[in-house]
């Protein structure tokens, strides 16, 4: 990486951070980009120079999270259960490093969308279509909807917890889960 490029991600990273720090704060839409550039130590022409608003802000780190775990999953052979776990618990160890962002993406209702994002990744998508085959309709969006919201909800339970299970036994519970029911 070049200098150049090294100043970039060093904005860009200064500019998330302040974003998060005051998502924690108040809701998006009253965040003004005057204080978000302070917050950052930047001036309002180099935020604008990468971003039109803080919802462009929220778009790219939601972006960014989710292509991590989408990465994670890639590498995993969705017909060895060992391995599914395994992959599910570093995508969830990489929630719990980055988890004031997680948080912010899952708990805050500052990006609606991102459930169900997250759960369309493609590697998720599949499988749970798979699981879902021989449904009719009706039983295959009920039963769906059953397991991500669970999961979703448990995956957030567990990112607030202070002393929580490992993310390997996270893993092996909500897949756990998740197979019964499918």
């Known amino acids: 990486m070049n200098q150049y490029e090294q100043r970039i991600n060093k904005t860009k990273n200064k500019i998330y951070d302040a974003f998060i720090k005051l998502a924690k704060e108040k809701p998006i839409h009253a965040m003004s980009i005057s ?3 302070q917050l950052a130590s930047i001036n309002r022409s180099t935020f604008y120079h990468y971003y039109g608003s803080q919802y462009d802000v929220l778009n790219e ?3 960014q999270f989710l292509s991590t775990i989408e990465k994670k999953l890639l ?3 969705f017909n060895d259960q060992q391995s599914v776990q395994n992959k599910v618990a570093l995508c969830f160890e990489y929630a719990k490093n980055n988890s004031e962002l997680a948080l912010l993406l899952m708990k ?3 990006d609606i969308d991102f459930a169900s994002r997250l759960f369309s990744i493609p590697m998720i998508e599949s499988l749970l279509h798979e699981k879902t085959s021989d449904l009719s309709s009706e039983e295959k969006k009920a039963s769906l909807s059953f397991v991500t919201h669970g999961a979703y909800h448990l995956l ?3 990112l607030e917890m202070p002393n929580n299970i490992s993310a390997q036994q996270e893993a092996k519970l909500i897949l756990k889960l998740a197979r019964k029911i499918l």
């Open 156 to 158: 957030l339970e567990w």
């Open 35 to 37: 204080e978000l550039c």
């Open 61 to 63: 780190l939601s972006n």
């Open 108 to 110: 805050n209702n500052t």
């Open 75 to 77: 590498e995993s052979d």
